[in-house]
């Protein structure tokens, strides 16, 4: 890989790193302890904000995996290793890394 091409890979990287930051922002709100006053609001109300409070805490759970395998990703750039199958040492085609610039495994591997 040719450092025009590592260094794109770490903009994709740290790009998609900002993104998740950003999710994070938006769905903290979410998250916020609900309200369980019976005055303020009906059963099916208080039903509806637990669901959505449980929705965004595993979308936080979800980003949170997510931003490790990119920073690890990060890591792997940083050590020469970014790009390479942790079975089979095999380069990790372009295309794969494009979609999934955290994958740890070619499409043989990642097949079985």
Same mark, same amino acid.
Request: hydrophobic fraction near 35%; charged fraction near 35%; aromatic fraction near 2%.
């Given at each position: 890989?040719?450092?025009?091409?590592?260094?794109?890979?770490?903009?994709?990287?740290?790009?998609?790193?900002?993104?998740?930051?950003?999710?994070?922002?938006?769905?903290?709100?979410?998250?916020?302890?609900?309200?369980?006053?019976?005055?303020?609001?009906?059963?099916?109300?208080?039903?509806?904000?637990?669901?959505? &409070?449980?929705?965004?805490?595993?979308?936080?759970?979800?980003? &949170?995996?997510?931003?490790?395998?990119?920073?690890?990703?990060?890591?792997?750039? &940083?050590?020469?290793?970014?790009?390479?199958?942790?079975?089979?040492?095999?380069?990790?085609?372009?295309?794969?890394?494009?979609?999934?610039?955290?994958?740890?495994?070619?499409?043989?591997?990642?097949?079985?």
């Amino acid at each position: 890989m040719n450092s025009a091409e590592i260094e794109a890979f770490r903009h994709l990287l740290e790009k998609r790193l900002a993104m998740l930051d950003a999710e994070d922002k938006l769905g903290a709100e979410g998250q916020a302890t609900v309200e369980l006053d019976q005055q303020a609001v009906g059963r099916l109300s208080r039903m509806d904000a637990l669901q959505n &409070q449980a929705m965004s805490k595993a979308g936080h759970v979800r980003r &949170q995996s997510e931003r490790k395998r990119l920073k690890a990703a990060l890591e792997r750039l &940083q050590d020469g290793e970014y790009g390479y199958c942790e079975d089979c040492g095999e380069r990790i085609a372009t295309g794969r890394l494009e979609l999934d610039p955290a994958a740890t495994r070619c499409i043989d591997c990642a097949r079985g």
